[in-house]
């Protein structure tokens, strides 16, 4: 008897099924601002539109925002720097992109005239004005803290592939907050059999840290591996546990002959609060997506009418090769195309 009645509860339930059409209402299309300054560089804007949750993207679809007007004040307001955007076909920056037209692209980095502007330990104000739209915001670049020394530690299951190390003395302030970023400027691909490199720089899991958890005035050691890059990034086929993310070394293929080694340009930031804020809740919230069981988050944003981060970093760069036996040490200058 008790047999025959789970079994009746059993075609019950399932006969109550129904399809449910969730309503959700289009919060409109919001500007979002993704602003970069750091010094020694060109202040960096991109400008796009947000869109609702489950919009198309076709060629109809136009993200990137043409004809704002951008101006980045000083703390006080007693110098500016008015951006423009920059000409994507001509210069070969991604679209949507504002600067200053009057740097020289060809000079050598640091950009020495802007190391008036853009100093370390000192704030800037964001205007953006787009139609009938003013969007401003805040930010400040701290003071950079170099990483003492990196290095490269092939897997043990996968020894074509692995990682970088890095060791780091925290100063022993309260308030750093530190970001990795990678971008590998080369890449041999197995899959097409031609060098491949990112075309934007890669937050990994872990990317930013604070002194609130525990490192404050510590020395200690740590690994970045390779992130995944965008969905509509140029990925090749990994030729390992796809669950494993790492460079990739120099060895010998039996198919394509000798496969180079992955060329990397590391950077190592101190950000300010609101810049660690906004990029601690994309890393979570990227991480949260694939758990139906997490709890929905908002981005965090220091953007007064729209959306994004105005961020001000204290960026040192490192240029590392995938080799082993290899302390990298000396910091790097990357040009223009390369900060992006």
């Not at 692995?162 to 970023?181: H, L, Q, S």
């Not at 510590?218 to 990925?235: C, V």
């Not at 919230?285 to 908002?298: G, I, K, R, V």
Request: proline share 5%.
């Amino acid at each position: 008897m008790k047999k025959i009645l789970i079994i009746s509860l059993v075609f019950i339930l399932f006969a109550c099924e129904k399809e449910i059409q969730l309503d959700i209402a289009n919060a409109g299309k919001k500007i979002v601002v993704q602003a970069m300054i750091q010094e020694g560089y060109p202040p960096i804007v991109q400008l796009t539109w947000s869109d609702s949750y489950f919009a198309n993207f076709d060629s109809n679809n136009v993200m990137f925002i043409s004809g704002a007007e951008i101006i980045i004040y000083n703390q006080d307001r007693t110098d500016s720097v008015i951006l423009a955007e920059i000409d994507a076909l001509i210069q070969g920056f991604p679209p949507g992109i504002y600067a200053d037209l009057n740097i020289n692209f060809n000079a050598n980095p640091p950009f020495s005239s802007f190391h008036d502007f853009c100093n370390e330990g000192s704030s800037y104000h964001l205007k953006v004005i787009f139609e009938n739209d003013t969007l401003t915001a805040t930010t400040s670049i701290p003071n950079a803290t170099p990483l003492d020394s990196i290095w490269f530690v092939p897997d043990d299951r996968f020894p074509e592939y692995g990682d970088f190390y890095a060791y780091y003395n925290d100063p022993d302030t309260m308030g750093n907050n530190v970001m990795f970023e990678h971008k590998r400027v080369s890449h041999f691909s197995l899959a097409e059999e031609k060098d491949i490199p990112d075309f934007m720089f890669i937050k990994a899991y872990g990317a930013v840290r604070n002194d609130f958890e525990g490192l404050n005035g510590m020395g200690f050691e740590t690994f970045f591996e390779r992130g995944e890059g965008p969905k509509f990034n140029h990925e090749d086929i990994n030729f390992k546990d796809p669950n494993l993310h790492n460079f990739q070394m120099a060895y010998t293929n039996d198919t394509v002959g000798e496969v180079f080694a992955d060329v990397v340009i590391l950077r190592f930031s101190q950000l300010d609060k609101a810049s660690f804020e906004f990029w601690r809740s994309v890393i979570a919230q990227d991480l949260m997506n694939s758990n139906p069981f997490a709890e929905p988050m908002n981005l965090k944003s220091n953007i007064n009418g729209g959306l994004g981060i105005f961020e001000g970093k204290a960026a040192v760069y490192y240029k590392l090769i995938a080799k082993e036996d290899t302390t990298f040490t000396q910091r790097y200058y990357p040009d223009i195309f390369e900060i992006l």
